[in-house]
Every structure is written in structure tokens, then in C-alpha cells.
């Protein structure tokens, strides 16, 4: 018998501002689908039907002609997490060892800075995850390497610490390369480079970062 850990991904639909013709990622069989109230409309737009519709429902309205196959959690409008963050919390709950998030930029700065902590609080925890929209795509790296592909879509890649100094920071297949680089909170200058080698490659020794691959506009 194998002992080897199956992987089970969690695809999360969510609010903010996403460009559905930009996103070309799908879920894949055997992936657990959720949308988080107004992410049931990203959903749709896209064509996928959630196992999971959840939230308190205060920007999708009362749910109409839902699947009968969906599972809707009802949370009250007063409660200690955001929608997101409640469907995270269930998708680790149902066994996801990586997270997908659709969605999650969008005009409020507080629900974004939220979505970024959730990234950071899934990384240190060891489960991958990455949020994208079709313009923007995030990730957080809280220790060792990445290697990520160029994406026509995204012009600039970002590298902005979490913590009050992240060392040693190397960069290689970017426009402006680093090696063995330190970071500061206060000073973020690793900012607006460009993959130009098919692959990049990001680590760091310690400390961790958000790596953003940006859209030109």
C-alpha cells in the first residue's frame, strides 16, 4: 500500500473584480468547488457550477435558481471572518492540501489586505495557494524557492516582504536579477521587474514575501 499523501485543491470563487476572459485556469476533476456569496457570479460567468455556495449573502442577494446539487452554508451577516476566509476555513476543513482563489482584488483595500494574510497564513501553514483575476496573480513565499513560468498576461512581477527584514533575496531570469538581497518593510524596491527567461526563479533565507505578477494596465 502507498503511503504517498494524496493532494486534494480547493477552487474558491470569490468577490472583487475579475476578468473572465483573462482567466484560463479551470478547476480539474476531483477539485472541491466553492463560491463565496458574490463569487457564485464570477461562477457563473465562467461556467462553473460550485459544490458550494456560501456566505451571508449581503452582496449576491438571496441565491436564485441554484443547482440542486450545490450545498449552501448560510452564515449570519455579523460573524468574525470575511466570506473568503470562511470558505478557506471550510475547504481545509473537507481536506484541501492547496488553495485556488478566483477573485479577491478588487476596490476595497481592506478585503485585499485580508486576502493577502490569507495567502501568508496558508503558506507558513505548508498549504500552496495562489489568488488570481485574469490580471493580477499573488502568492506568498514564506521560505525556500518558486519557480514560475512567464504568463503573457502579467507584465510586472513584485516581490513585497511581509516581515521587518526578509534576507537573503535572489531573483534569477528577471530583467533586474538579485542575489543574496535583505528587504525591508519600509523600503520595498523589488518592485515592477519582468520575467524575460521562460522561467524565474524567487527564493529567500529567510522571511517571506508576496510575489505579485502584475498586468501593464
Known amino acids: 500500500m502507498s503511503n504517498e499523501k494524496t493532494s486534494k485543491r480547493a477552487v474558491i470563487y470569490t468577490g472583487g473584480e475579475c476578468f473572465p476572459t483573462l482567466v484560463f485556469e479551470r478547476p480539474r476533476a476531483g477539485d472541491l468547488i466553492l463560491a463565496a456569496d458574490s463569487g457564485y457570479r464570477t461562477a457563473q460567468k465562467l461556467g462553473i457550477v460550485p459544490h458550494i455556495l456560501l456566505g451571508d449573502f449581503d452582496s449576491l442577494g438571496e441565491p436564485q435558481n441554484v443547482p440542486e446539487s450545490v450545498e449552501i452554508i448560510r452564515v449570519p451577516a455579523e460573524k468574525d471572518v470575511t466570506d ?106 523589488a518592485v515592477s521587474n519582468e520575467i524575460i527567461n521562460p522561467f524565474a526563479t524567487i527564493s529567500t533565507a529567510s522571511g517571506g514575501l508576496w510575489i505579485l505578477e502584475v498586468a501593464e494596465g
Open 84 to 189: 473568503t476566509q470562511l470558505a478557506v476555513r471550510i475547504a481545509l476543513e473537507r481536506g484541501a492540501t492547496e488553495i485556488f482563489i478566483v477573485g479577491g482584488f478588487g476596490s476595497r483595500p481592506d478585503h485585499l489586505l485580508s486576502n493577502f494574510a490569507i495567502l501568508e497564513m496558508l503558506a507558513r501553514k505548508g498549504i500552496p495557494a495562489i489568488m488570481l483575476n485574469g490580471k493580477n496573480r499573488a502568492r506568498f513565499l514564506a521560505s525556500g524557492s518558486v519557480t514560475i513560468a512567464r504568463d503573457d498576461r502579467f507584465r510586472y512581477l513584485s516581490l513585497i516582504t511581509a516581515n521587518k527584514i526578509t534576507t537573503g533575496v535572489t531573483i534569477s531570469g528577471c530583467r533586474y536579477p538579485l542575489q543574496n538581497a535583505t528587504l525591508h518593510r519600509t523600503h520595498q524596491f
